[in-house]
C-alpha cells in the first residue's frame, strides 16, 4: 500500500522571494557599473561670466546661519534673586570687574528692608522713652534727697528748740521726745 511519491519539478513557492531578491541585487549592480553617473548642471548663458584667469584674491561671500561660541563662559550667581527690569550689557560684551550687567528688582527685598528700617525706628523710640524714664527717675530721686535734707534741717531746729525749752522746764518731755525721734528718723532716712 505504499505508493511511491515523485518528485515536484520546478520553482518552489518557498524560493521566489530569494530569487526576486537576488534579481533585483543583480540589477542594482549592473546599474552601478555601467550606469551615466554623470552629474550635470544647466545654467542659462546670460547668467555666465567668461575672462581670463589671473592670479589674486577671492572674495566670495556666502551667507550661513551658525552659532559662534565664546572662548571662555563665566556664570554668574546673584545673591539676592529678583526680576530683571532692564539689561545694561548686550550678550558676549567683554566686562571688567564691577560692571554693572542687569538691573534686578526684588519686592521682597524692599519690604525686608522696609521692615527691618521700622524695627530700627521702633527700637530707637524704645531707647529714647528708657532714656527720658531713667532721666526723669534721676530728677526724682534728686528731688526726695533734697526734700529729705530740708526735712532733717527742719527737725534738727525743732529738737534744738526743744531741747532748749525743756532744759528751761517749758515743754513737756513728751514734746522733748517726740522732737527727738523725729530728728533720729529724718537722719536714719537720709542715709538710706
Same mark, same amino acid.
Given at each position: ?8 519539478? *520546478? ?11 537576488? $534579481?533585483?541585487? $543583480? ?6 557599473? @555601467? ?13 555666465? +561670466?567668461?575672462?581670463?584667469? +589671473?592670479? *589674486?584674491? @577671492?572674495?566670495? /561671500? ?9 572662548? %571662555? +563662559? ?10 530683571? =527690569? ?5 550678550? *558676549?560684551?567683554?566686562?571688567?570687574? *564691577? ?16 521692615? %527691618? ?12 522713652? +528708657? ?27 525743732? @529738737?534744738?528748740?526743744?531741747? @532748749? ?6 515743754? %513737756?518731755?513728751?514734746? /522733748? ?5 523725729? /530728728? =533720729? ?8
Amino acid at each position: 500500500m505504499d505508493r511511491i511519491i515523485e518528485k515536484k519539478t *520546478g520553482i518552489k513557492k518557498k524560493h521566489i522571494p530569494m530569487i526576486a531578491g537576488g $534579481a533585483f541585487l $543583480a540589477v542594482m549592480l549592473l546599474w552601478l557599473i @555601467f550606469g551615466n553617473h554623470v552629474k550635470r548642471l544647466n545654467v542659462e548663458n546670460n547668467r555666465v +561670466t567668461i575672462s581670463t584667469v +589671473t592670479q *589674486g584674491e @577671492f572674495n566670495d /561671500y556666502i551667507r550661513v546661519n551658525g552659532q559662534v561660541l565664546p572662548v %571662555s +563662559t563665566i556664570q554668574i550667581s546673584a545673591i539676592e534673586g529678583g526680576m530683571v =527690569e532692564e539689561k545694561l550689557v548686550e550678550e *558676549g560684551a567683554n566686562l571688567k570687574q *564691577g560692571d554693572v550687567i542687569v538691573r534686578l528688582s526684588n519686592p521682597m527685598l524692599s519690604l525686608n528692608i522696609l521692615d %527691618s528700617e521700622a524695627q530700627l525706628a521702633e527700637k530707637e523710640n524704645f531707647l529714647r522713652n +528708657t532714656q527720658i524714664a531713667m532721666e526723669q527717675e534721676l530728677l526724682n530721686l534728686r528731688k526726695e534727697r533734697l526734700q529729705l535734707e530740708l526735712d532733717v534741717k527742719r527737725k534738727l531746729r525743732n @529738737f534744738e528748740q526743744q531741747s @532748749f525749752l525743756f532744759e528751761e522746764n517749758l515743754v %513737756s518731755r513728751e514734746e /522733748y521726745l517726740r522732737a527727738k525721734e523725729d /530728728y =533720729e528718723f529724718a537722719l536714719d532716712s537720709r542715709q538710706l
